[in-house]
């Protein structure tokens, strides 16, 4: 099977910079995703790691290892809109299967 | 281009009613997905299609949830009976296919069993 951990709850100041760690386990691995999702609203797709390595979108970046079956979200220059859940996913086979984690809900005080 | 669409947006029923929930995704997008996400937790996957075939449904309790996607468009999800256990947020997803990494979520249904 597969699953996913990811620490409940993350608290950080505004500007600062935060990391959110996910840890996965699988027997099939294409990918790892990330997604935001804020209170009521709908999950949206933040980045994507295929390999290993930094992938970088404005203030957020993902990094991914495939041999430590680890991957991370960094948020830099925090801002109040980002408090929300963020949530990592697991693509584990060819046909676009994807697994979510548990979630961390990320708070960003003033 | 037009999101995911998902209608109702909200639905409280009794436990051992019925309920149906229904998923316009975004055009030209061959898989959907419904998953179901209970408060304080990640999104779980009941069901997949591509077009209109299942891919998987591993997940689904087939005892009282159904789902369709006729002609590979639009899809409806359905729960009879009902129990408390299911009151939920019910999304919908879609995804274009290939080499694409995203899940496009439309806005879910917030279900309230009581």
């Known amino acids: 099977g597969q699953s996913l951990e990811q620490p409940s709850e993350v608290t950080a100041v505004e500007g600062a910079i935060v990391q959110i760690n996910c840890t996965y386990q699988t027997s099939g691995f294409y990918g790892l995703s990330w997604y935001q999702q804020h209170d009521g609203g709908a999950p949206t797709f933040l980045s994507y790691n295929a390999l290993d390595g930094l992938e970088e979108t404005g203030r957020f970046s993902s990094f991914l290892s495939r041999s430590d079956s680890y991957g991370y979200l960094l948020l830099q220059e925090l801002q109040m809109k980002d408090s929300a859940s963020y949530f990592c996913?697991?693509?584990?086979?060819?046909?676009?299967?994807?697994?979510f984690g548990p979630g961390t809900r990320l708070s960003v005080l003033p | 281009e037009a999101g995911v669409a998902q209608s109702p947006r909200y639905k409280i029923i009794e436990k051992r009613q019925s309920v149906a929930f229904w998923c316009n995704p975004i055009s030209g997008h061959a898989t959907l997905y419904w998953y179901q996400q209970i408060l304080g937790q990640g999104p779980k996957l009941l069901i997949q299609?591509?077009?209109?075939?299942?891919?998987?449904d591993s997940q689904l309790p087939k005892d009282r949830f159904s789902a369709e996607r006729l002609k590979g468009v639009d899809s409806t999800l359905k729960i009879q009976p009902a129990k408390l256990e299911d009151s939920a947020v019910y999304l919908c997803a879609s995804h274009l296919g290939g080499l694409s990494d995203t899940q496009y979520f439309g806005p879910g249904t917030r279900l309230t069993v009581l």
């Open positions: 299609f591509q077009n209109n075939g299942v891919v998987d």
């Open positions: 996913a697991m693509r584990y086979s060819r046909g676009q299967n994807f697994v």
